[in-house]
């Protein structure tokens, strides 16, 4: 899926959105998705404002995020977009490109209290090391 982006477009932001599948330009900023969103109170950026960094072409911001870690993936978002962007898909697709890099935000052997850590982000830790 190939989006056409503003002039600020990054490769890397290219490729979440490929990635994810997501046309995430259709993002009018109405904050439906972040107003659903039973995580929204842990995270550092809320998945409209994703959405935004995505468009601006800023996917560093994005990448250094907690919220990709912490997205429970419940589609909440999706059915109340009036454009239907999903951003659980694109959390996924986030999470995708650090995973492929080999790099994890947490250890595994070394993390102390792994109760607190949300499970998608231990699941996703572990992934790399059971391929």
Not at 31 to 49: H, T
Not at 71 to 99: M, N, T, Y
Not at 105 to 117: G, P, Q, S, T, V
Request: aromatic share 4%; net charge neutral.
């Amino acid at each position: 899926m190939q989006v056409e982006l503003g002039k600020q477009n990054t490769e890397l932001a290219q490729k979440i959105i490929e990635l994810s599948g997501t046309n995430v330009i259709g993002c009018y900023q109405c904050g439906e998705c972040s107003a659903g969103c039973p995580s929204a109170f842990e995270m550092d950026l809320l998945p409209n404002q994703i959405n935004a960094l995505l468009n601006s072409g800023d996917a560093d911001a994005v990448l250094a995020s907690n919220t990709i870690w912490l997205c429970v993936a419940c589609f909440q978002c999706e059915s109340r977009c009036p454009h239907g962007i999903d951003a659980a898909k694109v959390a996924e697709a986030a999470r995708q490109v650090i995973l492929r890099k080999n790099v994890d935000r947490i250890n595994l052997w070394r993390e102390k209290k792994l109760e607190k850590l949300p499970a998608v982000a231990i699941v996703s830790a572990g992934r790399k090391f059971t391929a």
